[in-house]
């Protein structure tokens, strides 16, 4: 049942090139809640785990620093509240941090969606073709992480049994040391072994075709379409007019004419689609269900 | 895990001990007291250069500009032994209530002080080759502001400069 991913890859990495990468460009908290709200619909459809409430909390004390940081280091702006040790702390700059933070977790939401959806065979489709390595690195190193975790509590667990049976004074730090260093020797090994398994498959030589299941729709052209025009038309309401907040010295909405009204609903559009998908794809898979 | 909380409690309470907050009117409140008949210099801050560069200014920051580009007006402050420009610039801008910021001696690898932006008109803010300087005497002085040391009659000029033009003109 997952309706989003199963599109075309191409219709992917382009939906999500345009979505992070108008995100990360606005400062503008009504934008970027949008984002993180169709973000975090999505994720939860995509996952639907007790992992998404740390995840929450991940970016709720991301979005905290950020907030308090900015205060600390600008001290732009006209109303100031208080000062500390001589040096003024304002309204605008707390605001800022704050729209700051919102970008920002804006961004991370869409890239775990992203690391998600976008799987390791999608990414080596990509890039086979042009870039052979590039794409081998960038699914390898999205896959690292997650996968270093992983084998991390096996190892630890292995070595926490083994060590009760044999001599139980040994320190917590001395046994998570021990398992990081087997974990380090476990990656290096790890990574020459695919990379010389890669190579005797035969991975990038010319002519080389491998199989796949993805159909290019009618449905993947409509959102490279959707996608690419949001883009651009973004990219000419930055040069043109203007959809960012400004901070300092004090705040200054952007006007609401009919070019920002319009990309917000497109915005909107986009943010909101693939958990739109989703919800939709999950009714119908209940209706279905239950008629039988 | 309760060590670890303590410890953050304990440092968090020192950290605010060694801060001394204000409001906004205890802080500008504040005047150094003058001793008269002594030495005097005259401080201007001045930044007029934007108005012939508006094109080139950050939007939002048009009414924060005055219209005739004098930002203080010549004033007369007393000095006392070892007063710097910076010591007199700071002392001039919170007796008249005018927004600054300044990046301290121990922030920049010039090991000098240096006034990122005053009255909201921060460097880059008209074009990339904009900032402010320091003019003594109408000479631009080749030291950094919190290690000039003044003396009697000195006039102090802080101008925005908008390109490297304005610099050398």
Known sequence: MKLFSGLHPIALIVFFSAVIGISMFTMNPILSITAIAGGLIFKFMLVRDLSFIKEILCYLIIGLVVTITNPIFSHNGKTVLFFVNDTPVTKESIIYGCCAALMLISVLCWFSCFSYVMTSDKIIYLFSGIAPVLGLVISSSLKFVPAMKKKYHEIYSVQKNLINENSKNLSKLLLAVKSFSSLVTWAIEHTADTSSSMSSRGYGLKNRTSFNLFRFRFIDCLIIFFGAASFIYFIFMIRYENINFIFYPEIIYPKKNIGYLIFCIIWLLIVSMPAFTEIKGEIKWKLLRSKI | ?169
Do not use: H
Request: charged share 25%.
């Open chain 2, 1 to 169: 895990m309760k060590k670890i909380f303590m410890a953050f409690i304990v440092a968090f309470v020192t950290l605010f001990s060694a801060c001394s907050i204000k409001s906004k009117e205890e802080y500008y409140n504040y005047s150094e007291s003058n001793i008269s008949g002594g030495d005097s210099v005259t401080i201007e801050i001045t930044c007029s250069s934007v108005l012939d560069n508006m094109n080139k200014l950050d939007s939002g920051l048009e009414d924060y500009i005055p219209d005739d580009g004098i930002i203080l007006e010549k004033t007369e402050y007393q000095i006392k032994e070892n007063d710097t420009v910076y010591s007199v610039l700071s002392r001039a801008v919170r007796e008249n209530q005018i927004q600054i910021e300044v990046q301290g001696s121990d922030e920049n690898a010039l090991s000098t002080v240096y006034v990122e932006g005053i009255n909201y008109l921060y460097e880059f803010s008209c074009g990339s080759e904009s900032g402010w300087i320091y003019k003594v005497n109408d000479e631009y002085a080749e030291k950094g502001c919190d290690s000039f040391n003044l003396k009697d009659g000195d006039e102090i000029q802080w101008i925005y400069i908008c390109s490297q033009e304005d610099f050398n003109g």
